[in-house]
């Protein structure tokens, strides 16, 4: 693989469930990043971590959890699913040693009914 | 308020034409400034970045930064239909202990008319 992958590509999910969006980088960059993106309001952070074993909040982090055990992989867990998290979700790295820019996976798309 | 405005757009050019696209930032301590496309249904994918006052040319394209104005542009030249998309500006550096992080403008929605 070359960059970020991200599983599920989309998912129907009810409401109560828990759910993890799945997260892998093969690019050894340390720092991940996750976003959720709904029509009008742009993309939102939700967590990121700066390097393994690290991780912080974002602007919207509530009903979110993250986990960095390793380099490569930073999944999102919803506990609880509600339909407001029905959203279009991206996943991100970048090297904190450059520039900043960061590189995005193809995105899991949502839907909590 | 969003700390980076874009206007929304649409912004419609005919094809061959220049296209530009603006936004601005409310921190001073931005230090980087990034454009992103987007094609409906897809993820944002990295165009340029900038981090000094000036132009910076890539190919068609052209970023320019004017920190004393907190303003970025993107100008795309010999504009193609395929450049049809949503430009997103972002900005790092903006009172954050988060290494990295940016902050994303709305984004600018393009439609280059054959």
């Known amino acids: 693989i070359a960059g970020i992958t991200q599983a599920p590509t989309s998912q129907i999910l009810a409401a109560g469930r828990r759910m993890t969006l799945r997260c892998t980088q093969d690019?050894?960059?340390?720092?991940m990043y996750w976003y959720r993106q709904d029509l009008g309001l742009g993309l939102r952070l939700i967590h990121y971590?700066?390097?393994?074993?690290?991780?912080g909040k974002g602007e919207v982090p509530d009903g979110y959890s993250v986990s960095r055990a390793n380099t490569d992989d930073f999944p999102l867990t919803l506990a609880s699913a509600v339909p407001s998290q029905t959203s279009v979700y991206f996943c991100?790295?970048?090297?904190?040693?450059?520039?900043?820019?960061?590189?995005f996976g193809p995105g899991t798309r949502l839907t909590v009914t | 308020q969003k700390e980076v405005e874009q206007n929304s757009g649409p912004l419609s050019v005919p094809e061959g034409a220049i296209a530009s696209l603006n936004c601005t930032y409310s921190?001073?301590?931005?230090?980087?400034f990034f454009w992103y496309r987007q094609y409906s249904g897809k993820s944002p994918e990295l165009i340029m970045f900038?981090?000094?006052?000036g132009d910076k040319e890539d190919g068609r394209f052209t970023a320019q930064l004017n920190k004393a104005s907190q303003y970025v542009s993107l100008l795309i030249r010999d504009s193609q239909p395929s450049d049809s998309a949503t430009y997103l500006c972002?900005?790092?550096?903006?009172?954050?202990?988060?290494?990295?992080?940016?902050?994303f403008g709305g984004g600018t929605r393009l439609m280059v008319k054959p």
């Open positions: 991100a790295s970048s090297d904190t040693g450059t520039g900043g820019e960061q590189y």
């Open positions: 690019m050894r960059h340390n720092a």
């Open positions: 971590s700066n390097t393994a074993g690290t991780t």
């Open positions: 921190d001073r301590g931005s230090q980087s």
């Open positions: 900038i981090y000094s006052n």
């Open positions: 972002a900005a790092r550096g903006m009172n954050n202990n988060a290494g990295n992080m940016l902050t």
